[in-house]
């Protein structure tokens, strides 16, 4: 009976609030679980866990907030998703209901042991990001609308782990910035751990290297933007802020 009240009680704090996150990874046909914020207690402690705690699908208001790099409170993972450097990793959501702004996917290298690695302190780079594909920023197609699938199914994004990287321990970060409301940005983070493996011998230069939380700020016109502006709604291009991608 509790269990069947927890899980009603999930699924409507799901449909209430409308939002989401990042609740399981695929690597080829394997299927690695992640951290489910509305689920059992249990998970903390989970010798399987590979993600890093959340306990709420509610976005991260503030570009300088300590959790915008791991969510909160982001305790580490137990463990973590071995891969091969080019193999491609899903991320799978929840039917994402957002449309508008930009999707990054983030790395960092966790100078060992990810279990004892401070996110906050991590140099970050971007391994592929997702932005407007095609129209305006107010009414064309980002990919962050176009992967949000109705229906039930769930909602899934693919990027590739440079195929030249060195092997190591590194988190991986999905991020959604949802732009719907204006001037009022939404951030939806969330890390798995990674045991990259692989005969790779590149890491990516300082150029490509940010802070999270540092590389986002109300000073800049992506992030503290009103899409239903007469300045903005018609624009065609959006740049996604931050580094350059790093691709190896
Ligand atoms: C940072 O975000 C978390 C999670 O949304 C929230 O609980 C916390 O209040 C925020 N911290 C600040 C300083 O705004
Ligand atoms: C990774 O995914 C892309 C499409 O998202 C695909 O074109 C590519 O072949 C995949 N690579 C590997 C190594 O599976
Ligand atoms: C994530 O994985 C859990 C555990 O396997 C499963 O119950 C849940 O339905 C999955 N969620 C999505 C959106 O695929
Ligand atoms: C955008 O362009 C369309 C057609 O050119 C125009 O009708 C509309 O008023 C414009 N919207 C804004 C917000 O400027
Ligand atoms: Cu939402």
Redesign the pocket.
Known sequence: MWQYLASVVGYLAHQVSAHGGCVNYTVGDTWYPGYDPYGPAYQDTAPWMVQRKWITNNPIFEADNISLSCNFPGNPAQTSIPINAGDNITAVYYNWVHTVGPMVAWMADCRGDCRTFDSSKGDWFKIGEKGLLYG?I?EGMWFQHEFGVWGGAPSLWTENIPKDLEPGNYLIRHEIISLHSANKPQWYPECAHLEVKGSGTKFPGKEFMAKIPGVYSMNQPEINIDI???EV??KTTYKVPGPPVWSG
Do not use: D, E, P
């Open positions: 305006t107010l239903y502006s007469l709604a018609n």
